[in-house]
């Protein structure tokens, strides 16, 4: 077994699995070069150049990790003005007050406990917490941080590894819990990420991860979840795997439903920890699917192949025929999924945000599609409005329905679907 040190992977072209280190990669799908999906040009900057980066995904056939196979520094993909804001989206922020009460329960937290929460946006998760009792401390490394301390979370702008940790014990104490939703698959550094952990946490310490989970983008054909800030799309072998070089026991695991199937993984801080049923039986269900065989990847290849086609043969009808084809939602997914299938401000003219969204007024990074208030598919009622957070796509077009749309709605993923009216 390589030295534990492999875990802080280097920038650049990697050629040796994320988690156990070994080399036997196998390539999932070629994705191009792209640019960074949450890098959105302002219209001063369309006249300059863009930076793209190879955007491959490949897997490991010794511990089933996911990964894509050049890293991008990420103080260049976590950039100071990196818009994206959990609170602004109701499904997203009753989903995580629901993560508030499982943890609660779950571990019989109680009240002046430390919860940190890594990479913690705009403090939204910390929130619920808080309102129960739980002393917070958040962790982001962008400007949102500022957002988040007006919000009354105490929050620290920095990225997390051992000498944050240290300044956190010294401040505020060893940490009960500490979670990190949709971050612990962005981060490069993640033995020094993890040693901070070992310090961070009282002896009977939790870390609580959550992210997209293999077995739920396989089965879905979720490619879009693929871009440079997902470093890795673990399957749980994985997650056990890499804890197995730290003073950690990975003792429960669950399927949830947050970004179209994420896993969410409760680690204890030390060895040899009572571990629940569940965890194997998830295990068992990974390998029952083929998580660890060749051909499940190259099925999943064919069928992004195949939406590929259909949508751009959608968009290209549709401007044949003179029919307004226009986007929905601009989640960093949307990003890959329209600079993969090539769809450009020709075929789609704009895509619309909610009117609080960071995003507004900027464009599509790659693709140059501005992004433009809502609002404007009410006022203009298009033809076709494809909904690029379609992981959240029931929702969506229930609220698009009452506010008066009556355009025809495209699911893009799984498979590309125009919904009944």
């Known amino acids: 077994m390589p030295n534990a040190s492999h875990h802080d992977i280097p920038t650049g072209k990697l050629t040796r699995c994320q988690v156990c280190g070994s080399e036997r990669l196998e390539l999932v799908i070629d994705l191009g070069h792209q640019p960074l999906c949450d890098s959105l040009p302002s219209k001063a900057q369309l006249d300059g150049p863009e930076t793209s980066y190879p955007l491959r995904q490949v897997w490991c056939r010794d511990c089933s990790l996911s990964q894509i196979d050049y890293v991008v520094p990420p103080e260049v993909v976590f950039h100071p003005e990196y818009p994206y804001r959990s609170g602004i989206t109701k499904e997203l922020a009753v989903y995580q007050d629901a993560f508030v009460q499982d943890a609660v329960a779950d571990l019989a937290l109680k009240p002046d406990q430390l919860v940190v929460d890594i990479g913690s946006n705009d403090g939204t998760l910390l929130s619920g917490f808080k309102r129960r009792g739980m002393r917070v401390l958040g962790i982001e490394p962008t400007n949102i941080a500022r957002i988040a301390r007006e919000q009354g979370i105490d929050t620290l702008q920095a990225f997390f590894d051992e000498e944050t940790a240290r300044k956190v014990v010294e401040t505020h104490g060893h940490a009960k819990v500490a979670t990190a939703t949709n971050v612990f698959a962005h981060v490069a550094q993640l033995g020094s990420f ?228």
């Open 194 to 421: 993890i040693r901070g952990l070992e310090r961070l946490l009282a002896p009977d310490g939790v870390f609580i991860l959550e992210n997209h989970y293999l077995l739920d983008v396989i089965e879905g054909g979720q490619f879009d979840t693929i871009y440079h800030e997902h470093l890795r799309t673990y399957s749980l072998k994985s997650i056990v795997k890499l804890f197995e070089f730290f003073d950690f026991t990975c003792v429960d695991a669950r399927r949830v439903s947050r970004y179209g199937g994420n896993i969410r993984v409760y680690v204890a801080k030390g060895k040899g920890r009572p571990v629940k049923p569940a965890l194997a039986e998830l295990l068992k269900a990974e390998d029952d699917f083929g998580l660890s065989r060749p051909e499940c990847y190259e099925a999943f290849r064919a069928r992004a192949e195949k939406v590929k086609r259909d949508l751009l043969e959608l968009a290209l009808d549709c401007n044949r025929k003179g029919l307004s084809f226009v986007g929905n939602s601009c989640p960093g997914r949307c990003s890959t999924l329209l600079n993969y299938v090539g769809i450009d401000r020709t075929l789609m003219p704009y895509i619309c945000e909610q009117p609080t969204s960071l995003k507004l007024g900027l464009h599509l990074p790659g693709k140059q599609i501005p992004i433009v208030d809502n609002e404007r598919l009410i006022r203009e009622q298009p033809d076709y409005v494809v909904l690029l957070a379609w992981h959240y796509g029931q929702p969506i077009a229930e609220q698009l329905r009452a506010r008066g749309l009556k355009s025809k709605l495209v699911m893009p993923l799984p498979e590309v679907r125009i919904l009944p009216d």
